[in-house]
Structures are given as structure tokens and as C-alpha cells.
């Protein structure tokens, strides 16, 4: 994965960042016993998922074809054995 620039987006990082403060949250108030704290920190999970759909959709993630040309196929590496 080092070659392929594999998260390294807008779209990327801002989706994990925000689904990072929902874990802290939703950990805070699982300590804390208060239920309803948590769930809000899952809501906040949920939306960082959405959130960097959302950013991929509007052309800040990875593009398909740097997906598309890093994708390695079983006759581009047969000849390279011999």
C-alpha cells in the first residue's frame, strides 16, 4: 500500500477524524453510564462515514483510475517469472 497513496485524501482523512471524535465521545460517555451521550457519539461515527462519501463524490477522494492502474492482474505478472 505504500506505492499507492491509499487514504491519503480530503475525503479521507476528514471522514476518520470525525469518526474518531465519535469513538472518543461515545467512550466518554460509556464511562460515564450515560446512554444516551453514546449513542449520540455513534450518530457522530456515522456521520464521518457519510461525510467522506459525501467528499468522494465531489472529487475529493482517490480517483478510479489511480484505483483502476494500481489494480495488478494475473498476464501483467506471468512474464515477468521467467
Do not use: N, Y
Not at 39 to 65: F, I, N, S, T, Y
Not at 66 to 81: I, N, Q, R, S
Amino acid at each position: 500500500m505504500a506505492g499507492s497513496s491509499h487514504g491519503h485524501t480530503p475525503a479521507a482523512w476528514t471522514g476518520v477524524t470525525i469518526a474518531f471524535i465519535g469513538f472518543c465521545v461515545s467512550g466518554a460517555f460509556m464511562v460515564m453510564a450515560q446512554p444516551v451521550g453514546f449513542w449520540a457519539g455513534m450518530v457522530v461515527v456515522l456521520l464521518g462515514g457519510v461525510v467522506g462519501a459525501v467528499m468522494r463524490g465531489m472529487g475529493l477522494g482517490q480517483p478510479k483510475e489511480a484505483h483502476d492502474a494500481l489494480e495488478v492482474t494475473p498476464h501483467a505478472t506471468a512474464g515477468a517469472k521467467g
